[in-house]
């Protein structure tokens, strides 16, 4: 298989609905379903069981999605080592990140790096802490940023900054017009929090254990956005990073009162593969990101 061919059949892999994957791929779907079967007569056995509209990968493609995986972690560590090769100044960095990062964080180190390096090219992933520490231990990213330090072995680690933490209110919450709360003063609140995997709900759990507080949880989101709309809309409380607030949002709120818990506050840091060897372009960013950190 080609390098275009294990990207379509991971993608199938990892979605479990030819239409999602059809989506992605910006493939039609009728067209997935064909390159499937080709491939699936070609190694002459089945790698998905079909159950109506849903496809759920079976033994035989489990093992062969393991195998196509290194494959493209191969494939494209030997395009790196080519691009580097024949020029050491091009190159391009896999940077894997949290969804919270994107706004401006990420764009401002990006802008900033390639003033000076302008040919190397980046191609971005965005999603929870978790699976950005997977993607860069695991080869698919070669550096990520994320928040907070990751507990898994083998990871590099540099911070890059700290980001206060405050309690996002309602504007008629009795504790709006507060300059500074501790968390324990609302123990009884219902909270608006991350999804498990994500770095802010892991923060969120140990300030309520130093705080000895069992939060009432009344939603849970993948997206800070969404939390502080809800924050916003009367529908509970927060805690969230201040620089990490919507700003000129039709929203009426959320108020944010400063947190005066100790360790209120998130590092936010760049990890990377300890074990790996960075190309060029990669070490070069590394290098610059560390060179800038605050």
């Known amino acids: 298989m080609l390098g275009e061919d294990l990207e379509w059949f991971t993608t199938l892999a990892?979605?479990?609905?030819?239409?999602?994957?059809a989506d992605r791929l910006h493939l039609a779907q009728p067209t997935v379903s064909r390159m499937l079967a080709r491939l699936e007569r070609r190694l002459g056995a089945e790698l998905f069981d079909r159950h109506g509209k849903r496809i759920v990968l079976n033994a035989a493609g489990r093992v062969y999605y393991e195998h196509a995986k290194r494959a493209m972690i191969e494939l494209d560590a030997a395009r790196q080592a080519v691009i580097d090769l024949t020029s050491p100044t091009k190159g391009s960095v896999r940077l894997a990140f949290l969804n919270s990062f994107g706004a401006s964080i990420v764009p401002r180190m990006i802008g900033e790096f390639r003033r000076g390096f302008g040919a190397v090219t980046f191609t971005?992933?965005?999603g929870p802490a978790a699976e950005v520490t997977e993607r860069v231990l695991d080869g698919r990213a070669d550096v990520g940023i994320v928040s907070p330090r990751p507990a898994a072995a083998g990871v590099g680690w540099h911070t890059l900054l700290r980001q206060p933490l405050v309690l996002a209110v309602p504007a008629e919450h009795r504790l709006a017009g507060r300059r500074q709360v501790r968390l324990q003063e609302v123990a009884d609140a219902e909270f608006i929090v991350m999804h498990r995997g994500f770095g802010m709900r892991r923060i969120f759990d140990e300030l309520c254990a130093a705080a000895d507080i069992r939060p009432r949880v009344v939603f849970e989101s993948?997206?800070?956005i969404t939390v502080a709309g809800m924050v916003a809309a009367g529908l509970g409380v927060a805690v969230l990073p201040r620089e990490d607030l919507p700003s000129g949002s039709s929203l009426t709120g959320p108020v944010i009162v400063q947190l005066a818990d100790a360790g209120?506050?998130?590092?936010v840091g760049l990890i990377w593969a300890a074990a790996a060897t960075p190309a060029d372009?990669?070490?070069h960013f590394r290098d610059f990101t560390?060179?800038?950190a605050t």
């Not at 209120?264 to 590092?267: G, K, L, M, N, Q």
Request: glycine fraction near 4%; avoid cysteine.
């Open 14 to 21: 990892e979605l479990e609905r030819v239409g999602a994957a």
């Open 290 to 292: 560390r060179s800038r």
């Open 281 to 283: 372009a990669v070490r």
């Open 264 to 267: 209120a506050a998130r590092s």
């Open 222 to 224: 993948s997206d800070l």
């Open 124 to 126: 971005l992933w965005q």
